[in-house]
C-alpha cells in the first residue's frame, strides 16, 4: 500500500475530526470548518475522511437516514455506544464475545468473519422524549 501525501487541507480535516466526541457527516464537518474560516471544498473533506478510513484513523457509520459519518476511533477493535441527540460516542468491548463470534462461525465452516456493533440510545446529558 502506498503512503498517501498529507497536504494541509487532510491536516485540517483530522484536527478538525479530532476535536469531536461523536460521529459527524462529511457536510456537517466542511460547514463548520468553512464557518470557522478555512478555505477547503466538501470534495476534499470527503477524500480527507476516506483516506483516514482506509488507514485506520477513523470509523465511518452510516446511519438509518443513510448519511455516513465519521470520528477518530483507537486502532483495536471496538464496538460503538452512540447518542441519538447529541452523537456523544463511547467505545466499548464485550469480553468474551470475540472469542465466542469466531467459534460460532467456525462452527458453521466460516473463515474470516467480521461484525460491527453500534448501539444507539439516549445519554444521560439528554433529554428523554
Known amino acids: 500500500m502506498t503512503q498517501k501525501r498529507s497536504t494541509w487541507q487532510k491536516v ?12 459527524i457527516s462529511a457536510q456537517q464537518l466542511h460547514a463548520e470548518m468553512v464557518a470557522a474560516g478555512q478555505k477547503l471544498g466538501l470534495t476534499t473533506v470527503y477524500r ?3 483516506d483516514m478510513v482506509e488507514s485506520g484513523e477513523a470509523d465511518a457509520l452510516t446511519g438509518s ?7 477518530i476511533c ?5 464496538h460503538h455506544l452512540i447518542c441519538n441527540v447529541c452523537g456523544k460516542t463511547v467505545e466499548f ?5 470475540e472469542a465466542a463470534t469466531k ?7 466460516f473463515q474470516e468473519v467480521s461484525h460491527s456493533i453500534e448501539l444507539f440510545g439516549t445519554c444521560s446529558d439528554c433529554p428523554r422524549g
Open 12 to 23: 485540517a480535516v483530522r484536527e478538525e475530526l479530532g476535536e469531536r466526541s461523536g460521529f
Open 93 to 97: 468491548e464485550l469480553p468474551g464475545f
Open 74 to 78: 483507537g486502532q483495536e477493535h471496538h
Open 103 to 109: 467459534a460460532l462461525a467456525l462452527s458453521h465452516g
Open 48 to 50: 480527507a475522511l476516506t
Open 65 to 71: 437516514d443513510g448519511e455516513t459519518r465519521y470520528r
